[in-house]
């Protein structure tokens, strides 16, 4: 797993299984430190069929992390997985973006669950 520290406010882990990357972010999120995140989550990244997130540890997430989140769905399954925080929750529902993600209910179902296709 390769581990990324944005100071003492954020952190990302990655690894991958196969086609699937799991991110787990923890902490706050915001224009100032999505640098790994985005590295995290290249919708250019080669090999990679679905992006699963771990956000259960996300405190605060801005715009600019939303718009990282969003990039690679547009033409691959990005699953939320696990309990997602409130204040998160809130950014997507106010946002409409919660319709670009796919849930599960953990990491590991989200690995493996069938993404209903994007629709048009």
């Known amino acids: 797993m390769d581990r990324h520290d944005a100071g003492a406010r954020s952190r990302v882990e ?8 799991v991110v787990v972010m923890a902490g706050e999120f915001d224009m100032d430190n999505v640098a790994d ?3 995290a989550m290249d919708p250019a990244a080669p090999g990679v ?3 699963v ?3 259960a540890g996300v405190t605060f997430a801005d715009s600019t992390a939303l718009s990282v989140l969003l990039q ?4 691959r399954p990005v ?6 925080p409130d204040r998160l929750a809130r950014l997507l529902e106010l946002t409409g973006a919660e319709l670009a993600f796919a849930t599960a209910p ?3 179902e989200g690995m493996t669950m069938a993404v209903p296709p994007r629709r048009a």
């Open 53 to 55: 997130l771990d956000v």
């Open 37 to 39: 995140l985005r590295t």
């Open 106 to 108: 953990s990491v590991a």
């Open 49 to 51: 069929a679905r992006f």
């Open 79 to 84: 699953v939320l997985a696990g309990t997602v």
């Open 72 to 75: 690679p769905a547009l033409d």
């Open 14 to 21: 990655t690894r991958s299984d196969g086609d699937v990357r």
